[in-house]
Antibody
Framework: QVQLVESGGGVVQPGRSLRLSCAAS????????MHWVRQAPGKGLEWVTV????????YYVDSVRGRFTISRDNSKNTVYLQMNSLRAEDTAVYYC?????????????WGQGTLVTVSS | AIRMTQSPSSFSASTGDRVTITCRAS??????LAWYQQKPGKAPNLLIY???TLQNGVPSRFSGSGSGTDFTLTISCLQSEDFATYYC?????????FGQGTKVEIK
């Protein structure tokens, strides 16, 4: 069965960096796009970024473009989210999610999330 | 970015009720719409994709309809385990925007 396990969350000061990882199993990782979606405490879901199956295409929501970078290592079945210049408004649970083989594909599986708290 | 607007934001219902949640896109998205259910402290769970296709393992009391800009999620006979928050998401283009959510509470 599909499993997505996030790690790397924690408490970080504003302006600092953090890297999240998501280890995938139960499917052929290199065939599928991967997303990060976040949810601030008590708020709704916000799509953050996606990377294509081969890493050649990446898209970001405006609020993180230039600060966050998504990448993947298909040899390790892992997707990453490098978050720089963190702000208080980046505080959220970050979910890793599996997409489809096409860019216009829905998310079908989600990890359990990792909490990032940006606070001094 | 395409804006997704759900209505209502919340409502109360009873077990056995038929309930409908609406999602409207700010521009046409064909059928590139998914519905997710989220329970407190848990990750979202896919219910429906391509506006009306039921994800494997999801009970048949859930159904979706619509295309273009207007979509609905219907639960034909509300069960106790269905009390949760529901989100629509468009994947017509990026950013893949979500609706603000609809919380279904017990009356």
């Amino acid at each position: 069965q599909v499993q997505l396990v996030e790690s790397g969350g924690g408490v970080v000061q504003p302006g600092r960096s953090l890297r999240l990882s998501c280890a995938a199993s139960g499917f052929t990782f290199s065939y599928y796009g991967m997303h990060w979606v976040r949810q601030a405490p008590g708020k709704g879901l916000e799509w953050v970024t996606v990377i294509s199956y081969d890493g050649s295409n990446k898209y970001y929501v405006d609020s993180v473009r230039g600060r966050f970078t998504i990448s993947r290592d298909n040899s390790k079945n892992t997707v990453y989210l490098q978050m720089n210049s963190l702000r208080a408004e980046d505080t959220a649970v970050y979910y890793c999610a599996k997409g489809g083989r096409l860019s216009s594909s829905h998310i079908d599986y989600w990890g359990q999330g990792t909490l990032v708290t940006v606070s001094s | 970015a395409i804006r997704m607007t759900q209505s209502p934001s919340s409502f109360s219902a009873s077990t056995g009720d038929r309930v409908t949640i609406t999602c409207r896109a700010s521009q046409g998205i064909s059928s590139y719409l998914a519905w997710y259910q989220q329970k407190p402290g848990k990750a979202p769970n896919l219910l429906i994709y391509a506006a009306s296709t039921l994800q494997n393992g999801v009970p048949s009391r859930f159904s979706g309809s619509g295309s273009g800009t207007d979509f609905t999620l219907t639960i034909s006979c509300l069960q106790s385990e269905d009390f949760a928050t529901y989100y629509c998401q468009q994947y017509y283009n990026y950013p893949g925007t979500f609706g603000q959510g609809t919380k279904v509470e017990i009356k």
